[in-house]
């Protein structure tokens, strides 16, 4: 019974059914969605941590292989995140009791200077589905930002994304007083003309070319 609900819950995320009101997937229609079902698995005893593990970081996996894949693109991923957001809704409680621990804490935000955002939220979404507490900052972010917002969570990973050639020289100043206040802070940048070369030429640690990569890359700080 129990991996039953799991399974459901798990389909609900790839698919994106929030919850039994929503219209979409049509074939779902008037079906229980995240919500109701991560209510069913917590009302029948499974534990906040087999839903997490079991239900939603696979499901989430699975969305952010086939947009790698080019097989669903954003607008189907911001749905399977809505749906990832209603079933967290019914966690977050036992996130804030410590009973269901956090792989780690994630700083995200897109750099000084660039507005844009839609890159960053949906790799803020697809890290949170994965297991991390990500602190997001939104966009127009300084380095003092960066760092004033570190100095609260020390033990942090940082994201700092840029979709503007403009902006992404930023980036390098950035990571440098990162390191000066803290040298074993790791850095990930990300975004439209980052490359896996300028990252490594500013000091980054790692570099996500999408979402599942730097999903991928925060696996091996935990493995």
């Known amino acids: 019974m129990n991996n039953e609900i799991l399974n459901q819950l798990k389909s609900c995320i790839v698919a994106g059914k929030i919850n039994a009101a929503t219209p979409f997937p049509p074939e779902m229609k008037g079906m229980p969605g995240a919500d109701e079902l991560t209510k069913e698995a917590l009302d029948t005893?499974?534990?906040?941590?087999?839903?997490?593990?079991?239900?939603?970081?696979?499901?989430?996996?699975?969305?952010?292989?086939?947009?790698?894949?080019?097989?669903?693109?954003?607008?189907?991923?911001?749905?399977?995140?809505?749906?990832?957001?209603?079933?967290?809704?019914h966690l977050k409680p036992y996130f804030v009791s410590g009973e269901v621990k956090r792989k780690g804490t994630f700083i995200l935000g897109t750099i000084l200077g660039d507005l844009h955002d839609i890159g960053k939220n949906l790799c803020g979404m697809m890290i949170?589905?994965?297991?991390?507490?990500?602190?997001?900052?939104?966009?127009?972010?300084?380095?003092?930002?960066?760092?004033?917002?570190?100095?609260?969570?020390?033990?942090?990973?940082?994201?700092?994304?840029?979709?503007?050639?403009?902006?992404?020289?930023?980036?390098?100043?950035?990571?440098?007083?990162?390191?000066?206040?803290?040298?074993?802070?790791?850095?990930?940048?990300?975004?439209?003309?980052?490359?896996?070369?300028?990252a490594s030429s500013i000091g980054a640690d790692g570099f996500g070319r999408d979402p599942q990569e730097s999903v991928k890359w925060l696996e091996t700080l935990v493995a």
């Not at 970081?57 to 947009?67: A, E, L, N, S």
């Not at 760092?147 to 902006?167: R, W």
């Not at 007083?177 to 975004?191: C, D, H, N, R």
Request: aromatic share 6%; glycine share 8%; net charge negative.
């Open 45 to 89: 005893g499974i534990s906040p941590s087999d839903i997490m593990n079991e239900a939603l970081v696979p499901g989430m996996d699975i969305v952010g292989q086939r947009f790698t894949e080019n097989k669903i693109f954003v607008p189907q991923m911001l749905i399977s995140a809505r749906a990832m957001n209603a079933s967290m809704a």
């Open 128 to 198: 949170e589905g994965a297991g991390w507490e990500v602190i997001d900052l939104g966009v127009d972010v300084s380095s003092e930002k960066f760092i004033d917002t570190l100095q609260k969570y020390p033990d942090a990973v940082i994201g700092i994304s840029a979709l503007l050639t403009t902006t992404m020289s930023n980036m390098g100043p950035a990571i440098q007083k990162i390191k000066e206040i803290s040298p074993q802070t790791k850095v990930i940048v990300g975004g439209a003309p980052v490359s896996a070369e300028y």
